[in-house]
């Protein structure tokens, strides 16, 4: 590879000849790509061009910059898109810049630089924890099952990833409210004994590779220099997903310097259950107090009617509000439907639609938020023809519990077993109860156990559903239905519409998404109790959202199975979302009945001929109609909230300014029952504002502004005159 000044030079021109480098793009991606070196953190909303910001910005370092392309090392998350950074770059004239994944890059400097260090090889890295884990359970006489097996293991990795010790873990995981398949104290014995049997066996793992690079870097002044010799500046993406032992990595890696670019978006942070953390990417502008700091926020992948829901779904103040750049599209349609086996049947037939408009296979997707809801979606797409590709999780009937299952359904019909209770349903529980199953759905316990309670419940189900078509029905034709569901969505395509959790969706996009299971205990998860919590799955439907570029459709099911007790409820995520409340804050429309659902309260329609008043104001938890004082707050008195706990500190910490400002007790300037009122509702314009208890003219000529800018984020300009000719219009500035 060339070196020196002449070869830069070269390398230069050669970036130059074609058209100018920033032309080509909008002015905040110019911005960013155009920053002199130093720090620069780019919060790059979903579609808003980030990795042609960040290709545009190293061009422009090395053709403008005098920055050899040797000297750049952009850490990526995956080898994907690492591969695509680079591909770009050539394409650009742009070679030698080193693309890589944190553990990637760390791996080849371990090579490098180990044997001269410890004087040995690099000992051999383990991919997979389990065995290893195995081993540590069998020196604890512990005998965990397989979904066991998989938390412990995820607790070992969380607490490296987080660089927390076997002796801090227990105090650690209690403060971070992790729930865990074991006692926290037997897991940190656990974790203490998977690392002597790696010891023993004279292995690491992936966390290991991070951990000793930068110990190595840290501890040994020769490989410092020697690294920061060879790479000078750096850029990394999905900065918010970073967690803490990669954040110790990048900043051996950068020493005292400053010349790194961050690319994030903290409303895509989806990961903290592994140790990720936005923290990294918020508090840039607070390490680095002179870096540029430039908001993305022009979207190119979806239209204006998807884009306005994802801005009004994160209640996104108006600085940070993306902005659609494609033309209009269809609105967002709106699926309630009776049970899990309607709501499947109405989403295949609107893919069957699409497929017959032209839409390929392989630009729709079917999302949801566990991988125990994909067998109804598995069933449903597969039985009308359709080929789907199952993404990031095995198959429903190749799980290991539902294998397991089967084989003693399978066993039950070949021992005759008179004993077994009177019924279908009955019997497949009793068969599933041999397995640790109940009914009752677990409230406490670790994500694999749920995972796996689910699985179960999705058999216990289809007994259920298969009794009711057929009340005659027995094992055996239990059985056999089992069988035949099995062979007929084992599809040997790659090509079909694709099925995945939102988790593993994150990255990706097509032109229609499904967004599908969307009810209280779903999306949000029943175990997701406290703000953070609740925070995290929003933006995990925001994701989703934003993973669409024209079809959107949303959907959910009032009950489990044909003919149950219609009592689950919509998530509330959607309140602010579907035409019934805020309806023309996105734009958004109803849009149409699906087959084996009922209308949409709210929407334009109600049934044939019949149209219902878009003023009903109905509880955002449980639909029912509100009058007084609570339809201002938009929820029964009885029902869950959803207040941002840290807006409402925010306005109890600026409340307490202002009533000692005034000499006045902290309850004159509003009560907690009004304050929470405003974190509940997050309203955006004084028209949203005045609608809640206890404000009324006289406070919101004081206080309105302060409290929207509070809301919005920003700080309050103590003392503003509010300005009320807003008064008139109920809604907030479209988004596109």
Known sequence: MMSGPPALAAQAARVRSGNDLLAALDPEQRAAAGAPLGPVCILAGAGTGKTRTITHRVAHMVAQGGVGPGQILAVTFTARAAGELRGRLRAMGVDGVQARTFHSAALKQLLYFWP???GVALPKVEKSKIPYVVRAAARLHLRPDRAELRDLTSEVEWAKTTLVTPADYARMAAASGRETAAPPETVARLYAAYEEVKRDAGVIDMEDLLLLTAAMIEEHSWVAAEVRARYRHFVVDEYQDVNDLQQRVLDAWLGERDSLCVVGDPHQTI???????????????????????????????STPQVVGLANTLMRAAPAARLVAARPDGPAPVWLECDSEPAEAAAVASRIRRLLDQGVPASEIAVLYRTNAQSEAYEAAIGGAGIAYLLR???????????VAAMRLLRAAVRSADTDRPEGLTAAVADILAALGWRADQPTVGSGAEREQWENLAALHRLAGDLAARSPEADLEAFVAELGDRATHEHQPTVQGVTLSTLHTAKGLEWDAVFLVGLTEGTLPLVHARTAEQIAEERRLLYVGVTRARRHLVLSWALSRAEGGRRSRRPSRFLDDLRPMRRESA???????????????????????????????VRCRTCGRSLTGVHARVGRCEGCPGDVDAALFERLRVWRSARAKEQGAPAFVVFTDATLQAIAESRPGTVAELVRLPGIGQAKLDRYGEEVLALVAGRTPPVGSPLVVESLGSDTPPDAS
């Open 116 to 118: 001269s260090v410890a």
């Open 271 to 301: 990961y903290s259950f592994t140790g990720a953390s936005p923290e990294h990417l918020l508090g840039f502008p607070r390490r680095f107090p002179d870096a540029a700091v430039v908001r993305l926020i022009r979207d190119y992948r």
């Open 586 to 616: 996105a734009g958004v429309r109803h849009g149409g009945r699906g087959e084996g659902t009922r209308p949409v309260a709210g929407a334009e329609e109600t049934g044939p001929g019949r149209s219902r008043s878009r003023s009903a």
């Open 392 to 402: 990031g999780g095995e198959k429903f009937f190749e799980r290991t519990e539902v």
